[in-house]
């Protein structure tokens, strides 16, 4: 059981590139969610999914898109990065109250 | 404005004795807070959930209580180990937010020898 993982662990972008952070759980969980955590902030939530095929914005959502095509899988893109989007990036999985992250994505926007 | 507030600075504590961190939120309406503990470099773990209407809950050397007249929760180490060292933070989920969590910024806790 892998848990919650996350590809790839670190990046470095320049300002207008995009990229697609991976994030996977072998759980069978419905909800998964995507956070960024920031230096003296709590996690705010990016967006979030119920289900399979269903996505939601969460707290911070502008810049970032999402989609979760299979139940297992849960994609984050980002269409033109900006240095703002500097960040380490956290997917979590739940089944009920309890979430379970993955290890996090650095990532570096020049 | 919705906050949940943490102590920015680290305790620094010496094995053996208990660590106590705080948790003050405010204009939440909680159905449950839950404590997760993060390690550098690493995703945050759960530890424990305690609902409204719980005063408080035990697991092992770990204890949280819950006061929602306060609006605070407090987390305690009993027994602190070097191997407690580590970032706690504290998570909100509110009757209208449906299961998503609002954290807290985390506090460091070093324990020492």
């Known amino acids: 059981n892998a848990g919650v993982t996350q590809t790839p662990k670190f990046r470095v972008l320049k300002t207008g590139q995009s990229m697609t952070l991976l994030c996977a759980q072998d759980?069978?969980?419905?909800?998964m969610y995507w956070y960024r955590q920031d230096p003296g902030m709590g996690l705010r939530l990016i967006h979030y999914s119920v289900g399979e095929g269903t996505t939601a914005k969460g707290e911070v959502p502008d810049g970032y898109n999402v989609s979760r095509l299979k139940k297992q899988n849960f994609l984050l893109g980002l269409e033109s990065a900006a240095p703002s989007q500097t960040s380490v990036y956290f997917c979590?999985?739940?089944?009920?109250?309890?979430?379970?992250f993955g290890p996090g994505t650095r990532l570096l926007v020049l | 404005s919705q906050k949940i507030e943490q102590n920015s600075e680290a305790l620094n504590i010496q094995e053996g004795k208990t660590a106590t961190l705080t948790c003050n939120y405010t204009?939440?309406?909680?159905?449950?807070l839950q404590w997760y503990r993060q390690d550098p470099g690493r995703g945050p773990v759960f530890l424990l959930l305690i609902r409204e209407n719980e005063k408080e809950k035990r697991k092992e050397r770990l204890k949280v209580t819950f006061d929602t007249t306060l609006k605070q929760s407090l987390f305690h180490i009993t027994a602190s180990q070097p191997a407690d060292s580590a970032t706690y933070l504290c998570?909100?989920?509110?009757?209208?937010?449906?299961?998503?969590?609002?954290f807290g910024a985390g506090t460091q806790v070093v324990v020492t020898p």
């Open positions: 759980m069978n969980h419905e909800y």
């Open positions: 979590a999985s739940s089944s009920g109250e309890t979430q379970y």
């Open positions: 998570a909100l989920v509110t009757t209208d937010s449906w299961g998503k969590l609002q």
């Open positions: 204009n939440y309406s909680p159905a449950y």
